[in-house]
């Protein structure tokens, strides 16, 4: 039977477990949302690219009770044929909090041999001890800022229609970023907030036009993954540009931030995991 969202533990009361447990992660497939905005099973993605995932509140203990804490960084595929709901992501970390575990190398190897299942796919895994969060960079997404625009705006849900670009007009390469990027949780209707770097080349997109696509997405409800890979697409199709690369930064919830990359530059470079200062 295919995992569907009504049967997650997103929305119902859970009991936390603080043994191993890896059967609490709760994969959903990426194909029923791709469906909805044209990207057919069996079709090529116009997009690669990876969703990251931080992890704040991992505990467990070592081999004599005492309790260890790390940092994880988790890489996930975007042609990985599932997602992970994130509060079973949550249920199952928290498993390790009075699991004795030999090393930090074990505890990786869990890991990685657990989300890789949940996932679908290979997983990268780092972990950061604490002698080393000194060495954590934060920063924030670099480009030209829309929210300067002074807009009116009346419309909540996603609308690619509103999007604009100089079709007739020279090339450009530029960057966007607007930090007014909200949605919505897909089950519990809880907010996400985020900020998003639009990095693209090709005709030149109608700035305040963009603004008020990306403001459409605050009464919409959809995983983080799937608003990206919306937004990707709806500029794909509106504005095209012959190079696209989206970037979406959320904050965290339940010690757990995902932050989904999409693009399709042949050269482009993983965008580097820098928490903002709204994480």
């Not at 949550?90 to 030999?102: A, M, P, V």
Request: proline share 6%; with cysteine; aromatic share 8%.
């Amino acid at each position: 039977m295919t995992n569907t969202v009504d049967l997650s533990p997103l929305g119902k009361t859970s009991a936390y477990r603080t043994d191993y447990a890896p059967e609490l992660l709760f994969p959903i497939p990426r194909q029923g949302k791709r469906d909805e905005i044209g990207l057919g099973s069996g079709s090529t993605l116009p997009f690669y690219g990876v969703d990251i995932w931080n992890a704040y509140e991992i505990s467990w203990l070592n081999a004599r009770g005492k309790p260890q804490v790390a940092i994880a960084r988790i890489t996930v595929p975007a042609d990985s044929p599932n997602i992970v709901e994130s509060k079973s992501f949550k249920l199952y970390l928290n498993s390790f909090n009075q699991t004795r575990l030999d090393s930090v190398v074990a505890l990786k190897n869990l890991l990685q041999q657990d989300l890789s299942n949940g996932f679908g796919a290979t997983v990268h895994i780092s972990l950061t001890q604490p002698e080393e969060f000194g060495m954590v960079e934060m920063g924030e997404l670099d480009g030209l800022l829309l929210d300067r625009l002074d807009i009116d705006v009346d419309h909540y849900s996603p609308a690619p229609e509103l999007l604009k670009a100089a079709l007739d007009e020279e090339p450009v390469e530029e960057k966007l970023v607007s930090h007014l990027l909200k949605s919505n949780c897909l089950v519990t209707g809880q907010p996400d907030w985020a900020s998003v770097q639009i990095h693209y080349a090709g005709p030149q997109i109608d700035q305040e036009s963009l603004l008020r696509y990306l403001i459409g997405f605050r009464e919409h409800n959809e995983f983080h993954e799937q608003c990206v890979e919306r937004i990707f697409t709806d500029i794909l199709r509106q504005c095209q540009p012959q190079q696209l690369a989206v970037y979406a930064r959320y904050t965290r919830r339940g010690g757990l931030d995902i932050n989904p990359w999409r693009s399709n530059f042949s050269t482009a470079q993983r965008p580097p995991n820098l928490r903002g200062a709204r994480q």
